[in-house]
């Protein structure tokens, strides 16, 4: 059965490093990582994608180990307005019917 | 900037209603899609499309169909609307690539 898992919540100060692991097994060898932010009352916004090794952009990084059965997103020194829950969507043996989403990591950056 | 607008940021219906929530794209993108959202559940695909008057069936689609007369409109539309129904709707809109969302329909039925 395909799944998306991700830990609840998470808890960081200020200026720290985040990492969110999620776990997806059984993804094909093509198939992209996507991560999505949300806030409340808005849709998710598109982060970071990736199929393979690292990827880096202007706000974040995903690494994906070569076994391709789970990624991190990794957000450099978090700030307040970083408070938001972070979606992984996986694709799952190709085709747009296979997209599987996580239930959410809810960060909470404090000062 | 893409645009994903949903035509209702909230809707109140009855039970048995049919229930049509809308979804406009202004960047002419090839794939078009309906999720809802619930605690706990993350974002669930009920439909999608990747074109005009096409149409696949995503993981809970029962209870629900779709329309896309027009490459920039996809609707949902719920047949006969139950209680368990209630959820936000997003829509999704994307060219082979990452999704673009709306805002959401808060779908309350009564």
């Known amino acids: 059965l395909a799944k998306t898992t991700q830990p609840i919540s998470m808890d960081s100060y200020e200026g720290q490093e985040v990492n969110i692991t999620c776990s997806h097994n059984?993804?094909?060898?093509?198939?992209?990582i996507t991560w999505y932010q949300q806030f409340p009352s808005q849709g998710p916004r598109f982060i970071i994608q990736g199929y393979k090794t690292k990827v880096t952009n202007e706000v974040a990084s995903l690494f994906i180990p070569a076994d391709r059965k789970s990624s991190t997103l990794s957000l450099p020194r978090v700030s307040l307005s970083d408070t938001a829950v972070y979606y992984c969507l996986a694709n799952f043996s190709g085709g747009y019917n296979k997209l599987i989403f996580g239930a959410g990591t809810r960060l909470a950056v404090h000062p | 900037d893409v645009k994903v607008t949903q035509s209702s940021r909230y809707l109140v219906k009855r039970t048995g209603e049919k229930v049509f929530l809308e979804c406009v794209q202004d960047?002419?993108?090839?794939?078009m899609f309906w999720y809802r959202q619930d605690p706990g559940l993350g974002l669930r695909l009920i439909y999608f499309s990747y074109d005009v008057k096409m149409k696949e069936k995503g993981d809970i689609p029962e209870g629900y169909s779709v329309s896309r007369e027009k490459k920039e409109r996809f609707s949902l539309i719920l047949e006969s609307a139950s209680t368990n129904q209630t959820s936000m709707y997003l829509c999704?809109?994307?060219?082979?690539?990452?999704?673009?969302f709306g805002d959401g329909t808060r779908l309350s039925i009564l």
């Open positions: 960047m002419d993108h090839e794939n």
């Open positions: 059984n993804i094909a060898t093509n198939d992209y």
């Open positions: 999704a809109s994307s060219p082979d690539g990452p999704q673009h």
